[in-house]
């Protein structure tokens, strides 16, 4: 999720321990513990595909947060001196809050490292909800104005929370059985795998991907419609030595790791082929997609030039660098 949504859901933990810390005290442990977990944003300096490899991994596990919550409570235990032990809970119930709202969106999370590295994805709320930031900053205005109401509006925040990604729950699986019901692919196809994904400020209408032995299918499913909207169809091609090169690339085998429906294409750059996959979780080919890799190989299939913008970062990298990649 973004920030905003991290800081001010850690707001709302922070109000229901203020009967056992300093108002202050209460507030920025829970805001910094909430927020500590993207500290991993430093790998974007150093290459797209160290981001793409490390982002949401150990800071972001069961191990990491409890880590990081002794961390950020023994700091502010320095400052404060008050009882070590509820800061470090407002600490820990921050930092695992944290994990906790990104695993609702459909970018993977290494939440059970070092135990496994399967990534989880909930695939339940779009990465920015203007709803789940009403509801909590409604709660903390009314504590604010409402000043002995304080825990009882972060309560409530926190549960009108819990109802909405419920529902939330119950709509995707909805949104999947009209999906699965009569699935649009092409006659004798069978569907090998699927996804359906969150669309921003939308509960009904949800997006889908559909993999099968011959193509990607992506379109939209809605909760009102009695099948699936018509959907664009990706022909899968077939790999050759300019794959199977661009294959060896650091930035390639972490990306094939992170996709789950990654759609591969290829393009003549003068006597160069740019073979290049995208997510089609998050957009279509064709579209400005931050989630793709590109690998630049030579007539001798040697890798000329890699790329992968990490996010949101890839527009200043292309003014600073004057470049459609990064050289990593």
């Given at each position: 999720m973004d920030n905003l949504t991290h800081?001010?859901?850690?707001?709302?933990?922070?109000?229901?321990?203020?009967?056992?810390?300093?108002?202050?005290?209460?507030?920025?442990?829970?805001?910094?513990?909430?927020?500590?977990?993207?500290?991993?944003?430093?790998?974007?300096?150093?290459?797209?595909?160290?981001?793409?490899?490390?982002?949401?991994?150990?800071?972001?596990?069961?191990?990491?947060?409890?880590?990081?919550?002794?961390?950020?409570?023994?700091?502010?235990?320095?400052?404060?001196?008050?009882?070590?032990?509820?800061?470090?809970?407002?600490?820990?119930?921050?930092?695992?809050?944290?994990?906790?709202?990104?695993?609702?969106?459909?970018?993977?999370?290494?939440?059970?490292?070092?135990?496994?590295?399967?990534?989880?994805?909930?695939?339940?709320?779009?990465?920015?909800?203007?709803?789940?930031?009403?509801?909590?900053?409604?709660?903390?205005?009314?504590?604010?104005?409402?000043?002995?109401?304080?825990?009882?509006?972060?309560?409530?925040?926190?549960?009108?929370f819990s109802g909405y990604v419920t529902l939330r729950l119950f709509a995707h699986e909805g949104a999947a059985q009209k999906l699965l019901a009569r699935p649009p692919v092409e006659t004798g196809e069978k569907v090998r795998d699927w996804g359906v994904y969150p669309r921003p400020l939308e509960f009904w209408q949800w997006r889908y991907v559909l993999e099968t032995d011959n193509n990607f299918y992506r379109g939209e499913v809605s909760l009102f419609a009695d099948t699936p909207l018509p959907a664009a169809r990706y022909a899968k091609i077939g790999e050759n030595d300019y794959v199977a090169a661009a294959k060896e690339s650091y930035l390639s085998r972490v990306f094939l790791r992170f996709a789950r429906f990654p759609y591969l294409s290829l393009d003549h750059r003068g006597e160069d082929i740019l073979v290049r996959w995208d997510d089609l979780r998050y957009a279509a080919p064709g579209e400005e997609n931050f989630f793709n890799a590109l690998v630049l190989v030579s007539p001798e299939k040697k890798i000329v030039e890699l790329g992968a913008p990490p996010v949101l970062v890839k527009r200043v990298w292309q003014r600073v660098m004057g470049k459609w990649g990064s050289k990593t």
């Open positions: 800081t001010l859901f850690g707001a709302a933990v922070g109000r229901l321990f203020e009967d056992k810390l300093p108002r202050r005290v209460a507030f920025w442990t829970a805001a910094a513990s909430s927020n500590f977990p993207d500290l991993d944003f430093v790998y974007r300096l150093d290459s797209a595909a160290k981001y793409f490899d490390l982002h949401r991994g150990f800071s972001h596990s069961v191990v990491g947060l409890s880590l990081e919550a002794v961390l950020v409570a023994g700091v502010i235990y320095l400052f404060v001196r008050q009882k070590f032990k509820w800061i470090f809970l407002v600490a820990l119930m921050g930092s695992f809050g944290h994990t906790l709202l990104d695993l609702l969106n459909p970018y993977p999370t290494c939440a059970l490292l070092p135990f496994t590295d399967r990534k989880f994805a909930w695939d339940l709320v779009f990465i920015v909800d203007p709803f789940i930031w009403l509801v909590l900053i409604t709660a903390l205005i009314w504590g604010r104005v409402k000043f002995d109401f304080r825990k009882g509006a972060a309560l409530t925040a926190l549960f009108v």
